[in-house]
């Protein structure tokens, strides 16, 4: 790599998140508008949310029935697997559930809606849009954002509660964990301030997921291959921002 290359990763990355910030700017502007539609935020919650329940609900129950059994094999060695309850509840609403359900939204609910955009700008849906004086910000990207935005965190709490059941599976049917001991624990152990870390993650990971969503698919290059590197890009960049911003907000929280 030349020096000048290397000089201007500095600057493009600069520029890159300049153009984000701008677009979300302009986003936020429309958003209050697209609110007045509420059908059209609805429909998105719905293709964003709905469409994702099987992935999301199959995988909190295999992650939970897994943290299940390592989280008893780990216990039983200190003589605490009473506490297994606990640790299972903790694991998942503070940082399972919002890390893997964001994940598995950027690459279900994510992809979709970049190629959705992204073929609308090739097949000069929104050039046609603007000619007749329609703003597509208002009435495609909108109500895309706000879907996601809202259904990220209900898809969250489905992933804890699903995860939740099985670690309980687990550990009481299979393991043998005091049923009674397992549910009155988690009670008493978990507290306000361990919810809202977990809430407040899902939010921002749906913010963060569904911007690099519209972001890519409304700048994707008005071309099958250019949809395809947008769609590539939405994956790589919401999978490695989310896992930046949960060490922020962890940091942050503690």
């Not at 008893?72 to 998942?92: C, K, P, T, V």
């Not at 890390?99 to 809606?113: E, M, P």
């Not at 291959?225 to 911003?245: D, F, K, N, W």
Request: charged share 10%; net charge neutral; proline share 3%.
């Amino acid at each position: 790599m030349s020096a000048r290359a290397r000089d201007s990763l500095p600057i493009s990355a600069v520029r890159a998140t300049g153009q984000v910030v701008l677009f979300l700017l302009r986003l936020l502007v429309q958003c209050g508008a697209a609110l007045a539609r509420p059908r059209l935020i609805v429909l998105q919650i719905y293709n964003a949310g709905a469409r994702s329940l099987i992935i999301v609900m199959l995988s909190g129950l295999f992650v939970g029935m897994v943290l299940g059994l390592q989280g008893f094999d780990l216990l039983q060695r200190f003589g605490s697997e009473d506490a297994l309850g606990i640790a299972a509840a903790l694991s998942l609403i503070k940082e399972l559930g919002p890390v893997i359900t964001a994940l598995l939204f950027a690459g279900r609910a994510g992809t979709s809606l970049t190629s959705e955009i992204g073929l609308m700008r090739a097949t000069d849906q929104l050039t046609a849009m603007q000619v007749m004086a329609v703003d597509p910000m208002r009435y495609v990207v909108a109500p895309r954002f706000l879907g996601g935005v809202v259904a990220m965190p209900l898809l969250a709490c489905v992933f804890n509660v699903v995860g939740l059941l099985g670690a309980h599976l687990v550990g009481v049917q299979l393991m043998g964990v005091d049923r009674g001991a397992f549910w009155s624990q988690m009670q008493g152990s978990v507290v306000l301030n361990d919810v809202m870390e977990g809430v407040v993650k899902s939010c921002v990971f749906g913010l963060a997921c569904s911007l690099i969503a519209v972001h890519s698919g409304y700048t994707a290059e008005p071309t099958a291959e250019g949809v395809g590197l947008a769609t590539t890009r939405t994956v790589v960049a919401s999978s490695v921002l989310t896992l930046l911003l949960d060490y922020m907000l962890t940091a942050a929280f503690l």
